[in-house]
């Protein structure tokens, strides 16, 4: 009997502990549900910046890959626009060159004709060379230009597209922000 005295000590003492202490017991877990919870809401929030984090370098790169290829473009057609201007001067050249042989030629011809034919010959052939020279030259001041323009072209769409993805970013930047400042 003492023993079962002893148990119903024991039990009428657990419940008095319960009834005194179950109010903090469930204020304590009440509180670990909160920080649990918090900690979960936490946790998104760091996946969700996590993700935009991602795409935003993902995006950065495609930037950077833009502008080096643009870089690139504007250092390659300022070189094409200076060798044009080179074969600009180097055509006006030749064609000074050619008027002042086709004087000199206009002026030997009227000498001494047998002489002046082997000279006439000469000058006949340096001039058809020059001739080739700047129909080669004139090829390709053309084919430069095409290839100027299609380079213009391009640099305005990469440029149209660039303004795009910074429009675009700026957009979704925003998107973020609003989404950021309603969580």
Request: charged share 40%; aromatic share 2%; no cysteine.
């Amino acid at each position: 009997m003492l023993t079962a005295n002893r148990l119903e000590k024991i039990m009428e003492l657990e419940q008095e502990l319960r009834s005194e202490y179950q109010q903090q017991l469930d204020d304590k877990q009440a509180a670990i549900d909160a920080a649990l919870a918090e900690k979960a809401d936490l946790q998104a929030t760091i996946d969700k910046q996590l993700e935009t984090i991602k795409e935003l370098t993902a995006k950065a790169t495609v930037n950077e890959r833009t502008e080096q290829h643009n870089r690139e473009l504007e250092n390659r057609s300022e070189k094409q626009q200076a060798e044009i201007a080179e074969l600009k001067k180097r055509v006006k050249t030749l064609q000074r060159d050619l008027a002042a042989v086709r004087e000199e030629n206009k002026t030997l011809t009227q000498y001494d004709p047998a002489r002046m034919k082997k000279t006439l010959d000469a000058s006949k052939k340096k001039l058809a060379e020059k001739q080739r020279d700047n129909e080669s030259l004139q090829k390709a001041l053309k084919e430069s230009r095409k290839e100027q323009a299609a380079l213009e072209r391009k640099v305005a769409e990469l440029e149209a597209r660039a303004a795009e993805s910074v429009e675009a970013e700026s957009a979704e930047g925003k998107e973020a922000e609003t989404a950021d400042q309603a969580a």
